[in-house]
């Protein structure tokens, strides 16, 4: 089977692995725990308790995408043989920190990023097999698992950047002789890349950056610390106040750069207890969520914890979210635009009655945003964000109300070949917006007179159709509290953007000009922009 877009071979890269003896358990393991599945328990209607049986990764991409294993005869493939597009390949980079089978060093981010070169210089011969044909249309897709993601990035933005001062080395490599090399030269054979729980901006533990003890740091923590990523990464200084080491720089497409997040605290595996309590709330127990995605790029959030039974990597959650981006047919981009928002009745006469004094009401509030996308048919979400899950978004009165700043909800791909119901052709999704009502601060005191926190500002789950043709998509959307579950009679307008995307707009909340609109209430839209993906170019 020869080289076809979207299926290109995927590699693995594992993420970080602290002591000698996590070390030799990675790498005793075939495929570094990309093979590892999960049993999930339900409840069925009688409130049995039901297996859900997860295979792994691995397998349901054998499953579903045709995709094969990279091993045979105990080893990878002799370069000699030839292997398909669509195989799994694991980036076994671990094994030079091996005592058992390696040299039981440690290696820097740059040297893993220059082997991981190596390896996708391999994998390239295998398949192509000397056809320069084959080889200019060679890509492989990067999937990353937590410090993976770094060093993937540390690839893309040093090495094929910048390549090696090492003239012989940089030859090795297949880099140009000069540098810095552009992201049009594809220097990088990358077609997209998917991290799960990648600390993209280091990693923080009781609200201070992880430690760079240097010499004295036998396990390499100071790879999470933002100074020494800014280093790795060859980024300039810093901009921003909290020193951000989230940019791609212009190394890599953001659009091709999937980052799912995990918000699921609580059930990290048990090893990392100390790290659980650290990171609290708003992380997967490990890495918080704002530092779980780089900046520009596609993300989801799916209550899953940073590894262990309840981890993301081995979870049907995340590997729909990874097959979709991967092979998907359409990108949808959610976003949550607020037109106003009403105060409680008893509160607006007190910032009236301020204003016709010519006085401004110093008052301070942050709304809960809670969100979640699922395909129809499905058992599990695409996207979640929710308040009891300590993941909502947090949006502050000034930036939401004041400055109508838009809020990102998430990103989202469709799969026709993923579709549970055969009957129809449409793909279809639902997505669920609440806000809640909060607690309003007036001069710095809580405001109590009237007041329910807690409750909706707004609620509603919009569910879509989207239809699909060769000159055009077309898309029915409706609302829960309209038609009821499920329903879409609307017909939405679309909107050309100048990047080749499509925009819709969902009218949310009461109308414009409504006699008595509910108090505190929304209203506001949803922006979805959608576009075609993985089309052929």
Known sequence: MGIEQPFYPIIYVRGFAATQGEIEDTTAD?????????????????????????????????????????????????????APARSVWIFRYYEHASEAIGEG????????????????????????????????????????????????????????????????????????????????????????????????????????????????????????????????????????????????????????????????????????????????EMSDGLVMIKNAAVDDAPRAFVHRSHSGHFGIVNSEEGYQNLRRFLFGDVRVEATLVADEILLPRTLQVRKDEAERQGNELNLRASYQIETTARVRGATYYLHERKVDQASAILASYDEFVKQRRPQYLFSGYLLKRAKASTADTALAFAIRVSIRVPMYEIDKKFWLDEHFEGGFVFDDTITFYVRSRADKTSIKYGLASVLGIGEADTDATPLALPDGSTRIEIPLGFKVGEQNPPRPGFRGKLRLDYARWNAAT
């Not at 990309?34 to 792994?56: C, D, H, M, P, W």
């Not at 390896?119 to 295998?126: E, G, M, P, S």
């Open 105 to 280: 060093t440690r290696q820097t981010i740059p040297e893993i990023a220059q082997d991981l070169r190596r390896f996708i210089l391999r994998v390239r011969n295998n398949i192509c097999q000397g056809d320069p044909t084959a080889a200019k249309d060679f890509r492989v897709h990067l999937v990353a698992h937590s410090m993976g993601g770094l060093i993937c990035r540390c690839y893309l933005q040093n090495l094929c950047v910048h390549g090696t001062e090492d003239k012989a080395l940089n030859a090795e490599l297949e880099l140009p002789s000069k540098a810095p090399f552009q992201p049009a030269d594809s220097v990088h054979l990358v077609d997209k890349v998917f991290t799960y729980a990648t600390p993209h901006n280091g990693i923080d533990l009781m609200g201070f950056n992880a430690p760079n003890l240097g010499a004295l740091d036998p396990f390499h923590v100071k790879n999470f610390n933002r100074e020494v990523i800014r280093e790795y990464l060859k980024l300039p200084p810093s901009q921003s106040s909290d020193d951000s080491v989230r940019s791609l720089n212009g190394a890599f497409p953001p659009e091709r750069f999937f980052c799912l997040v995990g918000t699921n605290y609580r059930d990290y595996d048990a090893l990392y207890k100390l790290s659980r309590r650290a990171t609290g």
């Open 30 to 82: 075939p495929f570094m725990g990309f093979n590892l599945g999960a049993t999930k328990i339900r409840q069925n209607y009688e409130g049995k308790v039901v297996r859900f049986i997860f295979e792994s990764p691995l397998l349901r991409l054998m499953k579903d995408e045709e995709y094969e294993d990279c091993y045979r005869d105990g080893d990878f493939l002799p370069i000699t043989q030839a």
